[in-house]
């Protein structure tokens, strides 16, 4: 167990919705990533904050957004889905940035 | 972060060490190596990580050569529950954010 906490572990919906994944850090933990991992493309680093602020945005598309709040924990929502976006998206955080990051168990979002 | 390179696939009998090897031969001064692994769907797990000299840690032990252009994991006694892809990652530890995931080893460690 990383002490990282993600819901929900599965999630079910159609195109054209919109979803919000949840993450809570490790205690002590400032920094939040976001990673999706599809079957064709690997581990993708989304975005990353820092103690409530954004810190870099890898390849995170428009439609997808993400932010921290004051208690640390991340959501990271996703709009306008499309078949593609199904993947397993996790969550990882760290003391701060350039330490090690410990991942959550994943959300798997199926969409339909 | 400089790239590295890893064996696609590897075996490992029970019981016995399993030695995986990187190649990060465009390594910077002031990166380290990181290791994660990854079991079936679950989150990457973090391993240990170094910058030049050797490691060791409850899980495994990390040998970076002396020019750093390459490095091998020790799990010094593979099970079952070690069956994993595994992950070398190059990168810069100050201001660092995310972490390169390329396509790793996947080892398989055989009854």
């Known amino acids: 167990d990383s002490g990282v906490t993600q819901t929900p572990k599965h999630l079910i919906t159609a195109t054209g919705q919109r979803v919000t994944l949840r993450c809570s850090p490790r205690?002590?933990?400032?920094?939040v990533y976001w990673y999706q991992q599809s079957l064709d493309q690997g581990l993708q680093f989304l975005i990353h904050y820092y103690n409530g602020e954004e810190r870099a945005k890898g390849n995170i598309l428009e439609r997808f957004s993400a932010q921290q709040f004051p208690d640390l924990h991340s959501e990271l929502n996703l709009s306008s889905l499309e078949l593609g976006d199904s993947a397993l998206y996790f969550c990882a955080s760290s003391v701060a940035p350039g330490f090690e990051q410990y991942f959550g168990p994943g959300t798997r979002l199926t969409v339909t | 972060d400089a790239k590295t390179t890893q064996p696609p696939s590897m075996d490992c009998a029970e019981g016995r060490a399993a030695n995986l090897p990187c190649n990060h031969s465009?390594?910077?001064?002031?990166?380290?190596v990181y290791w994660y692994r990854q079991i079936h769907s679950q989150g990457p797990q973090y391993i240990i990580h170094g910058l030049k000299n050797n490691e060791t840690n409850e899980m495994a032990s990390l040998i970076i050569t002396e020019d750093r252009k390459s490095s091998t994991l020790i799990l010094p006694h593979a099970t079952l529950r070690d069956t994993a892809v595994y992950y070398c990652i190059v990168r810069v530890a100050i201001g660092a954010n995310n972490l390169f995931f390329g396509t790793g080893t996947r080892l398989t460690v055989i009854p």
């Open positions: 465009t390594i910077s001064g002031n990166e380290y």
């Open positions: 205690s002590g933990d400032l920094s």
